[in-house]
């Protein structure tokens, strides 16, 4: 049974960092692209990070203040400098087609069930 975990989310002051991680098992995912996205209340999906081997692709909303990071089958995601509008579920996606078609998420192959991050201002 294939399972992605997340974890580390949290509450967290404006301008603090958290590290998101992501335990994917069940499969072998050296050839998935893996990264995250997220959704606040009231808002659409949106994408945040993938990694394709070891290239780390960014949504301008966090560009600069995160880092995307793979170990085997566990992905990480390094968020510094947060911002209340950083608040979010995050969620971890696997997929064997590349970033530039991960748009808001539809279709992934693999989902977490999501870590919630809140930001207090």
């Known amino acids: 049974q294939v399972q992605l975990v997340e974890s580390g989310g949290g509450l967290v002051q404006a301008g603090g960092s958290l590290r998101l991680s992501c335990a994917a098992s069940g499969r072998t995912f050296s050839s998935y692209t893996m990264g995250w996205f997220r959704q606040a209340p009231g808002k659409v999906r949106e994408f945040v990070a993938a990694?394709?081997?070891?290239r780390g692709s960014y949504a301008d909303s966090v560009k600069g203040r995160s880092t995307i990071s793979r170990d085997s089958n566990t992905v990480y995601l390094q968020m510094n400098t947060l911002k209340p509008e950083d608040t979010a579920v995050y969620y971890c996606?696997?997929?064997?087609?590349?970033?530039?078609?991960w748009g808001t998420g539809d279709a992934m192959e693999y989902w977490g069930k999501g870590t919630l991050v809140t930001v207090s201002s």
């Open positions: 990694i394709s081997g070891w």
């Open positions: 996606a696997a997929d064997t087609k590349s970033t530039s078609r």
